[in-house]
């Protein structure tokens, strides 16, 4: 193949003018997604205010040096929702990971059992 066909050296193959060609357009298209993804955000958003407000158990596990990173997610949880919300948190013990996750929901389960309106409780 003589170097004048070479297909790196004819137009066909160069996406970089197809993008230069179709700028304006691909503009509009990026506005349009953009626009289309607004519009799904604020129905989710508006469905979500129609759902009744609910009791939602929230269990965390603390994992050592990064408690304040876990407060501050669990405040803006707490602050976002309009349902009932118990958060419940525990330090990480040395098993695995949905093994702390499981210990939460026994106390919880105890707790309820009992009666006792966890809110928010730290269980160690």
Same mark, same amino acid.
């Given at each position: 193949m003589s170097p004048a066909i070479d297909f790196f050296s004819v137009s066909e193959g160069n996406i970089r003018r197809a993008r230069w060609?179709? @700028?304006? #357009? #691909? @503009? *509009?298209? %990026?506005?349009? +997604?953009?626009?289309?993804?607004? *519009?799904a955000r604020h129905r989710a958003r508006k469905a979500a205010r129609q759902i009744p407000s609910q009791a939602v158990l929230l269990t965390? +596990?603390?994992?050592?040096?990064?408690?304040? %990173? #876990?407060? @501050?997610? &669990? =405040? =803006? &949880?707490?602050? =976002?929702? /309009? /349902? $009932?919300? $118990? +958060?419940? +948190?525990?330090?990480?013990?040395?098993?695995? =990971?949905? %093994? $702390? &996750?499981n210990r939460l929901r026994c106390q919880m389960i105890f707790l309820i059992y009992c009666s006792i309106s966890p809110g928010r409780i730290t269980l160690r």
């Open positions: 060609q179709y @700028r304006k #357009l #691909l @503009r *509009l298209v %990026d506005v349009a +997604v953009g626009a289309r993804g607004a *519009l965390a +596990v603390e994992v050592p040096g990064r408690e304040a %990173d #876990l407060a @501050r997610v &669990i =405040k =803006k &949880i707490v602050e =976002k929702t /309009h /349902h $009932n919300l $118990n +958060v419940v +948190v525990t330090t990480m013990a040395p098993v695995g =990971k949905f %093994d $702390n &996750i």
